[in-house]
């Protein structure tokens, strides 16, 4: 056990000690009397006449008493001496324990009333939640005995704010001060705040139980609860929670569905820290910590949906050099990028899907997965006739100079081709919809998902022939010979040298897709504010 300097301190200025040595310190002082009372002795006897012998003792029997009676005296007080050392010893060590075993006694006793206070605040929390929520009128708790510490409500503890954030805004669509109920002891505070109650030792917290937050594939439902009131007691810690603002309906300035952007939830609190382990841990989005402010921001992404209306839409300015045949056209639009997309297909398919059979043809309601690069070394066919067909390529896909046809393509059924690199062709390669009429073509049939570059290998010398949408946005289209697309393509920008065409078939228009990853989807997000007051007695 290690005692600090005070503690020490304290022991050495404790009356035992003190009389025990002072003790010790006589004991020391009668013996240096008695030394000299000795050297007196002897010199006297030496002093006295030869012939005088009456009444006197000889000097040799005045030595021998002084000596004898001068080292009985030494003996006598050396064992006293040492009795005393050794009892000054013993007290000081039990001096010592005492003092060491009273901290941990008082640690033992603190830790084991904040733990009495923290079952106490998950009651009081599912109270809360009853009131707030409005399935009760008001309810009473007791946090139990509070010797070391002391509880109070804290309004202005805590705020919560929602931003919708766009590429061209920042708009604050809630914010709502959240309040707490704090035990504050020796050595810990636990505080019910929004549903969940935070342990926080210096200036650590950690989450005790979860806050009212629900994330559930695309939709956030948020009862909001905040605490209002101003008491604060010590010893028995008891109250009751009553309802001030319950809500029947969500917030009405929060949309639902969401159109665009992201959302932002920033929670500033002392228990900040504690809130961004369980954000990050339960919200699926990403999630940043701020320690200058206290706060924490948590993004979840509203997904874009993309639609086709233009045979090319680039987030630059259109510059195609060469003969290009491109109508109509749509700069400077930004586009989020596919690899969000991609990665959570390419993770699904890597444990589910099936692995890529090489060519041929396949067919079924099947999803195929190659887990590194994939270049064609034969024509591929691909039958639609029992329901669409995804292929993942964890790689670059090059047609090389071969063809790809979908056959028996029905309603809505389609090919969609998630490529984690670039997608490249030479020759001759082509990608087409057999349906029995030449001149009709179906590229809604055939998307492609990009992650890099679009041709960007891709060699002159015959005709490139895509019946597809692409979905590109960080490729730079690059292109030396002919190039023919009947559909819709997204890219970042353009740059051909030979005859590079897209023909926009109307077709295409009637597609909407979804463009982020899996992990942080929001479409629909549900908010709800209810104030409690807290009155403690």
Known sequence: ????????????????????????????????????????????????????????????STDELGEGWLESLDRSQSEVLGTILILGLSMTAIGIALAGGGVALADLISDAESNNVENGMSHLSSKASLVALGDADSQRFSLGTTQEGTVSVRPNEGSL???????????????????????????????????????????NSTMGSPPE?????????????QVSG????????????TPVDIANNAVADVPSPLEEGTIEIKIQSEYYEGWHRFLSQRAEGETELYHGNKTVISTLTVPDEVTFDNALSVQTTYDAQGNADIDPVEENVPHRSARSLIDSEVDSANESGVEWPGGGSIDGEETYFADDDLTLDEDLEIDLS??????????????????????????????NYFINGSLRAQGNGEVSVDNGDPNTYEPERNIF???????DESQGGGTISFEAIIYAPNADLESAGTVNIYGSVVANSIDVQGDFNIEY??????ITVEVTGADDLLRYLHVSHNEIHVELN
């Open 1 to 60: 056990m290690c005692l600090s300097s005070d503690s020490i301190r304290s022991i050495l200025n404790t009356d035992t000690f003190v009389r025990v040595f002072i003790r010790v310190e006589n004991v020391s002082i009668r013996m240096d009397i008695g030394r000299r009372l000795r050297w007196l002795v002897g010199v006297g006897s030496r002093s006295q006449p030869e012939s005088s012998t009456e009444g006197y003792h000889s000097e040799s």
């Open 161 to 203: 704010t929602l931003t919708n954030v766009t590429n061209e805004s920042r708009q604050e669509i809630f914010e709502t001060e959240l309040g707490a109920i704090v035990y504050e002891g020796k050595n810990r505070e636990v505080a019910y705040q929004s549903g969940g109650i935070w342990i926080k030792r210096g200036d």
């Open 213 to 225: 937050y629900y994330y559930r594939a695309t939709t956030l439902t948020l009862p909001i609860i």
């Open 230 to 241: 101003e008491d604060a007691v010590g010893g028995q810690a008891r109250g009751q929670i």
């Open 386 to 415: 029992n329901g669409n067909v995804t292929i993942v390529v964890d790689g670059t896909f090059d047609l090389d100079n071969h063809d790809i046809t979908v056959t028996n393509a029905d309603n809505d059924t389609r090919v």
């Open 449 to 455: 998902y990009v992650a890099d570059q679009v041709f």
């Open 505 to 510: 078939i109307p077709s295409v228009a009637s």
